[in-house]
Every structure is written in structure tokens, then in C-alpha cells.
């Protein structure tokens, strides 16, 4: 039998530990040989060495969960119990892709996140396909801002096929940064999770962060640049092979996209399928397969996910 105390830093006790500490009673129900008890802000912990450990890198994870969603429940729990295993939940500090705005640090949320991190990180080209909310899309612009910071790079290029839906740029209204602003929100939102402000309209005014419609890319070669494309299943065939040719000297580029959210008309091939089977076996390109049980969002979304997928097959 051994103790062990946690003491809480810089967060809202009652926002993490729940009201009645019912996030502390979730996780004691998982771990009912040892004992959990909160004071203040500190969790005392008394029982066999193995779990307490467990216990522990469990609430690093919870920690860092909070300081990016700023929220924890036994639902929250529960899924990081489900991970392959708990071991696999230390995350120490080589582990953290990047500071976000803060201070708070970005790092994978689950071992296939962990893995897509290392495959883009080992790969000039790297394929990133699964459905909505696994993080495929954060994780390669986390990973673009710290090879900026690093100056590794010396920009960032993200583009985005303008189809969506059935929607056509040239009903909507405004001018064309106006028109393609809604496609790109979700970039934007991720950029202002990472960067101040200041900071990004600073990159974005200076060329140093350009995000623009796929259109745009045509002729161009992108050196010393981390480039993503995303919603790339939305991609032509002759979109897509006029894309992978971009890649140009001390660049790397990544792609994104969820075959399952095609919204191309049906007489036109998706370039993310095609490329995925074109080049599947060449050196120097990864490929990463995400899950509905990477899914990090509203744990319905998984059942939603899995829904579908069983109706399809």
C-alpha cells in the first residue's frame, strides 16, 4: 500500500473535479481497490503501486483534456478508459506537439492520433482519412504551427476544395474572400486555438500563413512550406494529381479528407480514393487510417458514426 498526492494548478477545481466530485467517484469506480480522496486542491491517492500509477497518468490525460475543452465528465472518463491501454496514456512533455495559445499543450488524445503525429513527422506525403472528429485536421495544423515555430519551414499553405454540399461560389454573396471564408472556417478555428490573434492575422498579412481554395494552387511549386489539403475526398481526379505535383524542396504536405462525406457529383471520381489506391505502396508516403472510436467529440457522435458505417455494409 502507498500514497501518493496530486496537487491541481491553474484550473477550476469545480469544472474538473465535478460537482460532488462525481468525476473523482468516476474514476473511483474504475480503480475500487485504491482510495481517492480530494482536498481543496489536491487528490490523495493510497493503494497497490500499479494503479496509483494508472491512476495518475489517467488524470495527466484528464488535465490535458481540460486545459484544451475546458470540461470533464464520467462520459469523458470512461472513453479514455476505453484506450487500448492505459499505459499508453502517459503523456510526457516530448509528447506535446505544440503551445497553444496560453500555454496550453497540444498533444495526441488517443494512440491513433499518436501514430498519425509520428507518421506525418517520418513522411514528406502523408494521407490522413476518417471520419469527422478524429482529428486528423487539427493534428496536421498543430503540427504545421510548431514546424513554423521551429523554423523548419517558412510557411504554411492550407487549401480547401470549394464543394460543399451542393453549394455553388458563385450564388452566394459578397466578394470572393467573403465567398470562401465559410469553406475555410474550420481552419481558421483551429489556427486561433493555436496562435494569438495578433499573431495570425500578422502570418496571415505577410503571406506567411496562406489559406486559399485548391484552385489556387494551380502552376504553383510550394517550397519550404508545410502544406495541407483538406475535405480532400471533394477532390477531382485531375484536382488531386495537379495538387501532389505542388510539393516542391523542403516541403511537407499532408492530406486529409472522409470518403464517407463525398459530396463530388456521382459520375466523377474522388481523387483522395483514387491517390489512396494510386500510390499506396510508394516510399516516402504514409498512410493513416482513423476510426469512429477515434472519434474525440460528443461520445453519440461514435454511435452516429457506427450507425451509418452498419447500414452501408
Do not use: W
Request: aromatic content about 6%.
Amino acid at each position: 500500500m502507498i500514497e501518493k498526492s496530486i496537487v491541481l494548478e491553474n484550473l477550476s477545481l469545480v469544472d474538473f473535479l465535478g460537482v460532488e466530485n462525481r468525476n473523482i467517484k468516476a474514476i473511483n469506480k474504475a480503480f475500487p481497490k485504491c482510495k481517492i480522496l480530494s482536498r481543496g486542491n489536491e487528490i490523495k491517492l493510497s493503494g497497490e503501486a500499479k494503479e496509483i500509477l494508472q491512476i495518475s497518468e489517467l488524470i495527466k490525460v484528464l488535465i490535458a483534456h481540460f486545459d484544451r475543452y475546458g470540461k470533464i465528465s464520467p462520459d469523458i472518463i470512461e472513453e479514455y478508459l476505453k484506450q487500448e491501454a492505459r499505459a499508453k496514456m502517459t503523456l510526457e512533455d516530448d509528447q506535446i506537439i505544440v503551445y497553444g495559445n496560453k500555454g496550453v499543450k497540444v498533444r495526441p488524445k488517443s494512440p491513433n492520433q499518436k501514430k498519425l503525429v509520428n507518421i506525418i513527422m517520418n513522411n514528406d506525403l502523408t494521407f490522413a482519412v476518417g471520419p469527422a472528429g478524429t482529428g486528423k485536421t487539427f493534428i496536421a495544423v498543430a503540427l504545421a504551427v510548431r514546424a513554423l515555430k521551429n523554423k523548419a519551414i517558412q510557411r504554411i499553405i492550407i487549401t480547401r476544395p470549394a464543394v460543399e454540399a451542393g453549394e455553388n461560389l458563385g450564388f452566394l454573396p459578397g466578394d470572393l474572400t467573403e465567398k470562401v471564408d465559410p469553406y475555410l472556417r474550420p481552419i481558421y478555428d483551429a489556427l486561433n486555438m493555436l496562435l494569438p490573434a495578433e499573431k495570425l492575422e500578422d502570418y496571415k498579412k505577410n503571406n506567411i500563413i496562406e489559406i486559399a481554395p485548391l484552385a489556387y494552387m494551380r502552376g504553383r511549386t510550394l517550397d519550404n512550406a508545410f502544406v495541407l489539403l483538406d475535405e480532400a475526398q471533394n477532390t477531382t481526379s485531375m484536382q488531386m494529381k495537379m495538387f501532389l505535383t505542388r510539393l516542391g524542396q523542403n516541403s511537407k504536405m499532408v492530406i486529409t479528407g472522409d470518403p464517407s462525406q463525398i459530396d463530388l457529383p456521382k459520375n466523377q471520381t474522388s481523387g483522395l480514393s483514387e491517390a489512396l489506391y494510386v500510390l499506396q505502396n510508394i516510399k516516402g508516403i504514409g498512410i493513416m487510417h482513423l476510426k469512429g472510436e477515434d472519434v474525440i467529440r460528443h461520445k453519440i457522435v461514435k454511435s452516429i458514426i457506427a450507425a451509418y458505417d452498419e447500414v452501408k455494409n
